[in-house]
């Protein structure tokens, strides 16, 4: 090996169908579905598999997340990048507003604006995210999310407004 060589590490995960939990979508209420998937009863998102993240609890507005940084997550400055932290940040945000549709409608982000207050590293310690919902209407809703690591500290936050839309027939 040379001197700009080191040790390679891997990492290997697996997820389940995605379309499986889609499917779920026209008979069960977001926070019913997100439930579920806590208890382990329907199979999390790739994205979940992905990161490494890892739900703590779910009920009408609000959603608890959890993630320990590893290296995986890292940047080339050694710290968790930000692409990461605000996937968790969204996904905690915008749970949030679906635990309060009911079956058969879904949502989709539309921004996202984030705001990192301190670097996230392995020695962060396990770092949770709270997603609550600030406001939803028929159309739209505002959720924000506080991303605080294993001292309690806040690292980041953000803001995310969210378009509420019923699922076509046939993926309900």
Not at 155 to 168: G, L, N, Q, T, W
Request: proline share 5%; net charge negative; glycine share 10%.
């Amino acid at each position: 090996m040379s001197q700009t060589q080191t040790e390679s590490r891997s990492r290997t995960f697996s997820w389940s169908d995605p379309a499986l939990t889609a499917a779920q979508l026209g008979g069960r209420s977001g926070l019913e579905l997100l439930q579920a998937m806590g208890r382990g009863e329907i199979p999390a998102p790739p994205i979940m598999h992905l990161i490494g993240m890892d739900w703590i609890e779910a009920e009408e507005g609000r959603v608890v997340a959890h993630l320990t940084p590893q290296e995986f997550h890292y940047n080339p400055l050694g710290s968790v990048h930000g692409g990461v932290l605000s996937t968790l940040l969204d996904t905690a945000a915008a749970c949030a507003v679906h635990t309060t549709l009911p079956a058969g409608v879904g949502y989709t982000s539309q921004d996202l604006t984030v705001k990192f207050l301190r670097p996230v590293t392995v020695d962060s310690g396990r770092l949770r995210c709270e997603g609550t919902v600030i406001q939803r209407g028929r159309r739209t809703a505002l959720a924000q999310a506080q991303l605080t690591d294993g001292a309690g500290r806040l690292v980041a936050h953000a803001i995310s407004s969210c378009m509420i839309f019923e699922v076509p027939t046939g993926q309900a």
